[in-house]
């Protein structure tokens, strides 16, 4: 599975990478930083499972 992380905070993604890092169901974890990352990671992805932040720095093109 490929997960998504899509938060501004960096403490926060990188507490949710550790925990996902033991998951053996995730093979390829990736991050963005505001909605524009967001959107092209999701792009890039096929089937990404996502956390996302919603008041994500220039969220306003969500």
Known sequence: MHVLI???????RAALRA???HDPHCHR???ATDA?????????????????HLT??????V
């Open 6 to 12: 899509a938060e501004a905070r960096p403490s926060t």
């Open 19 to 21: 925990l996902l890092e």
């Open 29 to 31: 974890i990736s991050e």
């Open 36 to 52: 524009q990352g967001t959107l092209a990671a999701l792009s890039d992805a096929p089937d990404p499972v996502s956390y996302t």
């Open 56 to 61: 994500l720095p220039t969220s306003d093109l």
